[in-house]
């Protein structure tokens, strides 16, 4: 009997689904879950006549497999996962390979990488997006961990992979330990940000222009055939044209509550490690938690009651200046999360490819865009682009969007309409192109309650003074050192 090429571990619905993409690929499969009844089920019904074996025990799945063994773990991210790695490091040989595609965090595969290289097998964390269809027609794949582990996936990974108009694979390698895990946080730190900025929009059209469902659902159609045609913008467009059996709008159904699984706040977190200003993603994270306070919004809603005012200028107009504010933000977005990426790379001596990384998110994943594009051009022109926005493709674009940008927060803060992720955007752009920014101040102030010391312009960087601003204190200062 034929040997299968790979084993995959849980059959849920990312499971499933990238089961039947291997198999569809001519790979043949070996499947287990912790619920028996569930491998009968998918073998017998979904996967029924295909390449899949059936395995009861992770004994029998390991049994099942062409050497090097490659088990391709989708469980819930924690415990599950080492719990897991336990049981099948005695059971498998040194060379084989266990792989994590859950949404594990970066510093829990840098850890388990270690762990299962010291048992003398490989491992590979690697991020997986798109959701169910992607997993079924075609992922965006980033994978890292173990490199000698890359020549025995990169096959299936790369034939499972969504695929760019020249055929290119959206999956290729990323980096060692937990770099595969860290770009797939960023890459969903990106898609807050995204959905956000979208979301603010959306309001803005809404509430301050007065915009029905129809009209905004026709405003999206039109933007996703722009610099914006994104697989996000799409599904927005779809949402707002959405009527349920009544004929009513479903997305006005909703309560706007939203969730979260982690993933946003865990960037935010790796930036404030890393001292990156990611601020429209966190920012993004935030809005989510307010969101989530409906209760007290209604309260305080009543309590600061607000009428926006009517909206006197040309409709068309200013739909196309948020289309380029909208623009503008997320390009912001990205240039924070590609930073980000950067500083983290130098944090753990990661050798990232990031024109490599925009062609993985160009296809398959939930971020994906036409713009993407053009970020991998940006970085195959200069790979030590310090920040997107320096690129001349970029510059240049910013520069004719910044107006309409400006316009469209103001008016949004005349009116009352809030858009957290477009104004912390807009500071963002503004003070990284400041030379001089008030933080001398700031300094002073340091220097003046705790005596923590500051250069001086006239003097060598590197050099500490402190002033005795009152006269009575002494001449001794703090330590320095930057979090």
Not at 440 to 469: I, S
């Amino acid at each position: 009997m034929r040997k299968s090429d790979i084993g995959l571990v849980g059959l849920a619905v990312m499971g499933e689904n990238l089961v039947m993409n291997m198999l569809s690929k001519g790979f043949a499969v070996a499947v287990y879950n912790r619920t028996a009844e569930k491998v009968d089920r998918f073998v017998e019904g979904r996967a029924k006549g295909l390449a899949v074996t059936g395995c009861h025990t992770l004994e029998e799945l390991v049994a099942a497999l062409e050497k090097p063994r490659k088990v391709f773990l989708m469980v819930k991210a924690g415990q599950a996962v080492d719990d897991l790695i336990d049981r099948l490091l005695p059971l498998l040989e040194d060379g084989d390979i266990v792989i994590d595609g859950g949404n594990s965090h970066f510093p829990d595969t840098i850890r388990r990488t270690s762990y299962v290289e010291a048992a003398g097998k490989l491992y590979i964390g690697t991020g997986v997006s798109g959701g169910e269809e992607g997993a079924l027609k075609g992922p965006s794949l980033m994978p890292g961990g173990s490199p000698a582990a890359w020549e025995h996936v990169k096959p299936i990974f790369q034939a499972i992979a969504a695929k760019v108009e020249d055929g290119s694979p959206c999956c290729d390698w990323v980096g060692e330990n937990g770099a595969g895990h860290f770009v797939k946080m960023v890459h969903n730190g990106i898609e807050y940000g995204d959905m956000q900025l979208i979301c603010e929009a959306y309001q803005l059209l809404r509430d301050g222009l007065g915009l029905n469902n129809d009209e905004l659902h026709a405003v999206f159609a039109d933007w996703n055939k722009t610099e914006l045609d994104s697989y996000l913008i799409e599904i927005t467009r779809d949402i707002l044209g959405y009527r349920d059996e009544e004929g009513n709008a479903t997305v006005d159904l909703i309560l706007d509550r939203a969730g979260q699984k982690g993933t946003g706040k865990w960037t935010g977190i790796a930036a404030l490690d890393e001292a990156v200003p990611l601020t429209l993603i966190t920012e993004a994270v935030f809005s989510r938690c307010l969101s989530a306070q409906k209760d007290e919004r209604v309260n305080a809603a009543s309590r600061f009651p607000k009428t926006l005012p009517p909206f006197t200028g040309d409709r068309a107009a200013f739909i196309e200046a948020v289309r380029k504010a909208l623009y503008a933000s997320k390009i912001v977005s990205y240039a924070q999360g590609y930073s980000l990426m950067r500083a983290a790379a130098a944090d753990y001596g990661w050798n990232l490819n990031y024109g490599g990384i925009a062609l993985m998110w160009r296809g398959g994943c939930i971020i994906r865009s036409v713009f993407l594009g053009k970020i991998k051009e940006a970085y195959e022109k200069n790979p030590a682009l310090e920040n997107l926005i320096m690129d001349d493709y970029f510059a240049g674009v910013l520069k004719t969007l910044v107006p309409a940008w400006r316009e469209v927060v103001a008016y949004a803060v005349k009116a009352g309409v809030p858009m957290p992720a477009f104004s912390s955007a807009l500071s963002w752009f503004d003070g990284y192109t400041t030379a001089r920014l008030p933080a001398n101040l700031l300094q002073a102030q340091r220097d003046y309650f705790g005596a923590h010391t500051y250069e001086r312009v006239d003097r060598p960087r590197g050099e500490f003074y402190h002033t005795n601003w009152t006269g009575h204190g002494g001449s001794t200062s703090a330590s320095t050192y930057n979090a």
